[in-house]
């Protein structure tokens, strides 16, 4: 399974777009992109995910460049119950998180 | 659809005891994993199931772990001999395998205090 890097962590303004960043350099032509997050005390909850085309649902947007080596969960109007752990992951066959991003919303 | 449910929410045990905790699946859903998770940390993969054959462990997951899934439904996850450093939270997570499009559901995780 391919490795992500994340930014520890990020603010956001309430009423804003968060913009979240990934890399995934090595990931294959198999392997999706998908997001989680997880909100303090509960488990991981999926948010969306991707192989090679911009997606969009009710939750976010995900955002995947041409060669597959990055992406960008976009959630359009942050509010102050989207602060979480955002974790980034290019999965085939098993989920293997890394320590995410931090997303603090910020009054 | 009632979600990935597991018993107990906590645990609190002494070292040295053993504790087991259960894991019920979405009833459709045929693969179940196991993760674990310690503060500031992101969910460790443990092991996983295909309907009740266990497809892989983590080489770091000691002896004193095991998991099964004996009809495939419903898991369990023991831990003998209970260490300070098993002091985490448990997660368990199901999906349909077959489509890669699947994501994992969570459930809220048994959380275990080693005293």
């Known amino acids: 399974d391919a490795k992500t890097t994340q930014p520890t962590s990020m603010d956001c303004a309430e009423g804003r777009a968060a913009n979240l960043p990934c890399n995934h350099s090595?990931?294959?032509?198999?392997?999706?992109v998908y997001w989680y997050r997880q909100i303090h005390s509960q488990g991981p909850q999926y948010i969306i995910h991707?192989?090679?085309n911009n997606e969009t649902n009710e939750m976010a947007s995900l955002i995947i460049t041409e060669d597959r080596k990055s992406s960008t969960l976009i959630l359009p109007h942050a509010t102050l119950r989207d602060t979480a752990v955002y974790y980034c992951?290019?999965?085939?066959?098993?989920?293997?998180f890394g320590p995410g991003t931090s997303l603090s919303v910020i009054p | 659809d009632t979600g990935v449910s597991q018993d107990p929410r906590h645990k609190i045990t002494k070292r040295g005891q053993n504790v087991t905790f259960r894991c019920d699946p979405i009833?459709?859903?045929?693969?179940l994993y196991w993760y674990r998770q310690t503060l500031g940390q992101g969910p460790e993969f443990l092991t996983y199931?295909?309907?009740?054959?266990?497809?892989?462990k983590s080489r770091l997951l000691s002896d004193r772990f095991s998991a099964e899934r004996p009809k495939g439904s419903f898991s369990t996850l023991e831990i003998q001999r209970t260490e300070q450093g098993d002091s985490a939270m448990y997660l368990c997570?199901?999906?349909?395998?077959?489509?890669?499009?699947?994501?994992?559901?969570f459930g809220n995780g048994t959380r275990l205090t080693v005293t």
């Open positions: 997570a199901s999906s349909l395998s077959g489509h890669r499009a699947s994501p994992l559901h």
């Open positions: 090595t990931i294959s032509g198999n392997e999706y």
């Open positions: 991707g192989l090679k």
């Open positions: 992951i290019a999965y085939y066959d098993k989920v293997i």
């Open positions: 009833s459709e859903h045929n693969r």
């Open positions: 199931f295909q309907n009740e054959a266990q497809l892989e």
